[in-house]
């Protein structure tokens, strides 16, 4: 139909111009040859590429022949049965588009005469095929050391592309550690210089107009991620039976993380006390053996090289420190009035210690002489009310398992003793020349009391008769100045609330008293036979005196006639030897200075004959 139709065409052509010449006065035309009958076989069409598939861009050229080789030929294209304007033997495509595809035919005419239609030139042209970059092996997000295979997938089934790898828009060339082989690249151990956005480039062998260009494929290279071992719950030094709980905390938000714990570089493994759970563990009641350093491991599942291992945290697990109660200011046994501050001794320096201080395990509060502040309690003036025994509780704050109470410390408290004066060596009413000893007594055992003595108030001082030692005092050769009211004070140095006074004790000094014999039966002058009682007169009221009778100076000794009892001597019936002067000598039991001798008493002794005689001389 198509070739009817150009026939027609071609008709009214030859008219048209046959009538123009006729028309035109100065156009000569010449007489029309006759036309000889030829026969034109059926053309053939070639193409210039002989690729079942054109891309767009490429350049064809269609040349339509015949077996014949006759001149003159005009030809007629159709392209899907609709004619090109074009009456050569080829038909020229410089740049093919899509809209090029379709069945091309030719036919060849010489005047009247034409040719079959050829048979259809069939022309396939396409955009070159988008090649896509995918993941044969490995992951698109990988760690140093692992391998990665990219395929440039084209759904082209030829097998004469030829492909060419790019990263970050630069040609990629096999080295040690990247080898390309077909459509494959293969990163055999990777590196971060591997990192970067991937792209295959496809061509076909000696057609550069079907090179296409991948998209990006996006590898990411990096070194596994550092975890990091940080508290969720809990503290890093923890006591017994708190609770902690650590996470291992990776910034890669990769959900497939598979989490191993290790502490002192060995596997934990759940217990009762130990639950894992994720990347979390929870030691629910910590124990000491719990202390140590912990890490956790991580890795992603069947990718051994992407583990890592995080750095150290150190737990440190021990038993609630014991506080201890000490002495700060003042003394562990005080006196009333005196001050006193008692220190809360935790050796663990943590500062958030909470105390609490009890007494005798009651609570204390602060008042008007106490005052607590951080680890101390300060007694300000000592009452006998704060005795007792003392200790202090400490906490963490919001920790209630760190509480742990001290011992005790026992306080006492009371009024300052009150020393007495004893006699140590001596009387209390001694005699000139005795040696007097006197004791400061306290009940109060301590050591370091300072003494000073006083004699009617007034502070004695050492001499060449008195010497103080210690808490005695010393009068060694008794003066009557030394007689008076002595009182000693007690003082613990350093320490004046201490002071205490006590009562007085009275010490007598006199002379040793002076003794006199008188008479108490009888008379001065007796006759033989008679009776004489003489009596060793003491003014000194003691009735401890041992008496001593003496005769011209020599000891009188108890015979038949002679009897002493206490301080008399009795002689029952006189002899002319015991004529003479008689004294007594006085001495207290043990005291040989308090001896003293009596003034002479004269008794005279005379027979009966003698008596009468001197009689009546006095007549």
């Not at 400061?440 to 502070?459: E, I």
């Amino acid at each position: 139909m198509a070739f009817v139709k150009f026939i027609l065409i071609a008709a009214v052509v030859s008219m048209v111009l046959r009538l123009s010449k006729e028309e035109d006065p100065g156009v000569t035309t010449k007489p029309m040859a006759m036309e000889t009958k030829v026969h034109i076989s059926k053309p053939s069409i070639t193409a210039s590429l002989n690729h079942q598939v054109l891309y767009q861009g490429e350049e064809v050229t269609l040349q339509c022949t015949v077996p014949e080789k006759l001149s003159d030929l005009e030809y007629a294209w159709d392209k899907d049965s609709a004619p090109i304007k074009t009456s050569q033997s080829t038909y020229i495509i410089n740049a093919a588009t899509v809209s090029d595809s379709g069945k091309y035919s030719c036919m060849a005419k010489r005047g009247t005469t034409t040719s079959e239609i050829s048979d259809p030139q069939v022309l396939t042209v396409k955009k070159p095929p988008q090649p896509k970059v995918i993941l044969s092996v490995g992951w698109s997000r990988v760690f140093t050391h692992e391998k990665v295979t990219l395929i440039c997938e084209v759904l082209d089934t030829s097998t004469s592309w030829k492909y060419t790898w790019l990263r970050n828009s630069l040609k990629i060339s096999d080295d040690a550690n990247i080898k390309t082989t077909g459509n494959s690249l293969s990163i055999l151990s990777a590196k971060q210089g591997h990192h970067g956005d991937y792209t295959c480039e496809i061509e076909l062998q000696d057609r550069p107009l079907s090179r296409a260009l991948s998209t990006k494929f996006a590898l990411s290279v990096q070194d596994p991620p550092q975890p990091k071992v940080i508290l969720s719950v809990g503290w890093s030094r923890v006591f017994t039976d708190e609770k902690v709980t650590l996470i291992c905390k990776v910034l890669d938000t990769s959900t497939s993380w598979k989490y191993t714990w290790l502490r002192n570089s060995l596997k934990i493994s759940d217990d009762a006390d130990i639950k894992t759970t994720g990347n979390s563990l929870s030691i629910l009641s910590a124990k000491q053996g719990h202390h140590g350093n912990y890490t956790c491991e991580i890795e992603l599942q069947d990718r051994p090289l992407s583990r890592a291992l995080s750095t150290t945290f150190a737990l440190s697990v021990q038993e609630q420190p014991q506080p201890k109660v000490i002495l700060s200011v003042g003394w562990s046994r005080v006196f009333t009035d005196e001050k006193v501050t008692l220190i809360c001794e935790v050796l663990d320096t943590s500062t958030s210690w909470k105390y609490t201080w009890l007494r005798n395990s009651l609570k204390i509060s602060d008042d008007a002489d106490i005052k607590t502040t951080g680890n101390s309690l300060s007694i300000l003036s000592a009452k006998q009310g704060h005795h007792g025994d003392y200790t202090c509780e400490i906490e963490l704050q919001d920790r209630p398992l760190s509480r742990a109470l001290s011992t005790k410390f026992a306080l006492s408290v009371q009024d300052p003793p009150q020393p007495k004066v004893i006699l140590s060596v001596g009387w209390s009413r001694v005699f000139t020349d005795e040696k007097v000893t006197l004791i400061c007594k306290v009940l109060d055992t301590s050591t370091s009391w300072k003494y000073t003595w006083l004699r009617n108030s007034l502070k004695i001082s050492d001499d060449a008769d008195i010497k103080t030692t210690g808490n005695s005092l010393s009068i060694l050769s008794a003066k009557q100045g030394h007689h008076g009211n002595y009182t000693c004070e007690i003082e613990l140095q350093d320490r004046p609330l201490s002071r205490a006074l006590s009562t007085t004790f009275a010490l007598s000094v006199q002379e040793p008293p002076q003794p006199k014999v008188i008479l108490s039966v009888g008379w001065s002058r007796v006759f033989t036979d008679e009776k004489v009682t003489l009596i060793c007169e003491v003014l000194d009221t003691s009735t401890s005196w041992k008496y001593t009778w003496l005769r011209n100076s020599l000891k009188i000794s108890d015979d038949a006639d002679i009897k002493t009892t206490g301080n008399s001597l009795s002689i029952l019936s006189a002899k002319q030897g015991h004529h003479g002067d008689y004294t007594c000598e006085i001495e207290l039991q043990d005291r040989p200075l308090s001896r003293a001798l009596s003034t002479k008493f004269a008794l005279s002794v005379q027979g009966k004959s003698s008596s009468r005689e001197h009689l009546l001389k006095i007549c």
